[in-house]
């Protein structure tokens, strides 16, 4: 008979620690990351046993290079593509400027982002009339309901919706939603149940799953879609909350939404229906996804529905981003609630400035956690020198995600400027251009300037060492904020 020995117990499991630590070290090493962030987690796994390997597992995984989210079929995109480069081609011709052509060209080819000529494009800058909006078209649906959220809460403003989807569903309209499993963690049976014997079809997109629990935990589902009758969509920063509508303890919430009317809505349900067949394995197929949205009286304009995420091969968002600000000339105008930007950002918007754009970025003054503010913080010293402008929006919380650059380039989504956003999350952002949504967005950001209050360089410089030491200590976690 065998016997196992507490002693030989322990050899064994420190054996099987030590195959593991190796093997995640290869694993680590062979992904050929950015090195300084890869030495950092070999450091933690040697020197924090156990517990480095536990923080690896749930932080520092990289899922891009895996077949995690299965994509529909890639032979039927590649024609898809093929078919589409005529029309990319004419397109192309009326861009306004070699910047915005070059961006068109940019995310077509990272992101299979198609260019959708002539939307009707409206900006909602609050939650009571964004959301007002969104359940007036959810009411008039006669087909089809499609909504993707991070965070649908089970409170007076979820119960509203659930209320709405319930009665299209009875109606005989098909009612499909998509909820972040962490985001929505609260989302309980109680509320899923009457929509589902309604007629609702609703999946929480990555719950966790033996034995993949740690490796799901980081990654996000933090699009924000509604798609009505393959005809109109939204998309934003605004989730279905009541803090969105009411605001809280911070004050109101300030965010940008926009509505899509026409052939841009296409990319919102291509977007949509990719995700669908994730988290229900059917390929929603049929003309009245994709009706055909054209019409004389949309105004000109171009607009690309960028989608990225840990699945893609690139990170198009960021990409794009980082090739607007790049090719700025006269200004750039910023709002994000999270700004703990990777280095490819931080220095297109310090080149930016040095070289004369007038480079405006607003943060909220409040954050939720003090460790987000902090670390926002620690970023802004580096700006400053660069000639960055710096304003704290005062008026309760700003949410918005917004980018505009030279009159031409508008940027609306829900990806903040962050690691967690470029690195971890699945987003979903509307490039836009055309010089009248540019303006509107402009007009916005001219706007909430009114509640702000500019940073001053030198009582900036002067701030508290034990202020600095946090913004420091802080920054620290920004990859997994």
């Known amino acids: 008979m065998l016997f196992i020995t507490s002693n030989m117990l322990s050899v064994l499991i420190l054996a099987i620690y030590i195959y593991t630590l190796i093997s995640t070290v290869v694993v680590i090493i062979m992904q050929?990351?950015?090195?300084?962030?890869?030495i950092a987690w070999i450091v933690a796994l040697i020197f924090l046993p156990f517990v480095g390997l536990f923080f690896y597992l749930l932080f520092g995984q990289n899922i891009r290079q895996k077949n995690t989210i299965n994509k529909l079929s890639l032979r039927q995109k590649a024609k898809e593509k093929s078919a589409a480069l005529l029309d990319i081609a004419a397109i192309l011709q009326t861009a306004p400027s070699e910047a915005v052509k070059g961006l068109i060209k940019l995310l077509y080819t990272n992101s299979d982002a198609y260019p959708y000529s002539n939307s009707a494009i409206a900006f909602y800058t609050n939650g009571k009339e964004t959301f007002r909006a969104i359940f007036e078209t959810i009411a008039q649906a006669k087909d089809h309901i499609h909504i993707e959220f991070y965070i649908i809460a089970n409170d007076a403003l979820g119960l509203r919706l659930q209320e709405l989807l319930i009665q299209k569903a009875?109606?005989?309209?098909?009612?499909?939603?998509?909820?972040?499993?962490?985001?929505?963690?609260?989302l309980s049976s109680r509320f899923l149940k009457p929509l589902k014997e309604a007629g609702v079809?609703?999946?929480?997109?990555?719950?966790?799953?033996?034995p993949f629990v740690l490796s799901r935990i980081n990654y996000r589902n933090h699009r924000k879609i509604i798609v009505i009758d393959g005809n109109i969509g939204y998309t934003g920063g605004l989730n279905v909350a009541k803090r969105y509508f009411n605001g809280d303890n911070l004050g109101p919430w300030r965010d940008t939404m926009i509505r899509l009317e026409g052939p841009a809505v296409s990319g919102l349900q291509e977007i949509f229906i990719n995700d669908?067949?994730?988290?229900?394995?059917?390929h929603l197929k049929g003309k009245?996804?994709?009706p055909s949205n054209t019409s004389n009286n949309f105004p000109k304009n171009c607009v690309q529905l960028v989608n990225a995420g840990p699945n893609t091969r690139w990170m198009s968002i960021m990409h794009g981003i980082f090739y607007a600000i790049s090719t700025a000339n006269n200004y750039v105008y910023i709002q994000t609630p999270y700004f703990m930007p990777p280095e490819l950002i931080l220095h297109a918007i310090q080149t930016a400035a040095l070289r004369g754009v007038e480079v405006r970025l607003m943060l909220p003054k409040l954050s939720r956690l003090s460790i987000v503010r902090s670390s926002n913080s620690s970023y802004i010293e580096f700006l400053l020198d660069a000639g960055v402008q710096v304003f704290f929006y005062e008026k309760g919380f700003l949410h918005s995600k917004t980018i505009v650059v030279d009159d031409s380039i508008?940027?609306?989504?829900?990806?903040?400027l962050d690691f967690r956003s470029f690195e971890q999350n699945f987003e979903v952002n509307a490039f836009i251009y055309d010089k009248d949504s540019a303006l509107k967005l402009k007009a916005i950001f001219l706007e909430d300037m009114h509640y702000t209050k500019q940073v001053n360089e030198k009582k900036w410089r002067k701030?508290?060492?034990?202020?600095r030491i946090m913004e420091s200590f802080s920054r620290l976690f920004s990859p997994m904020m």
């Open 201 to 210: 079809k609703a999946h929480a997109f990555f719950p966790p799953k033996f």
């Open 410 to 416: 508008s940027i609306v989504g829900t990806s903040n």
């Open 170 to 186: 009875q109606q005989g309209v098909q009612v499909r939603v998509i909820y972040d499993y962490w985001g929505s963690f609260k």
């Open 288 to 290: 009245q996804y994709f």
């Open 276 to 282: 669908w067949f994730f988290v229900d394995r059917i």
């Open 463 to 467: 701030r508290p060492r034990g202020q």
């Open 32 to 38: 050929n990351r950015n090195p300084i962030r890869s």
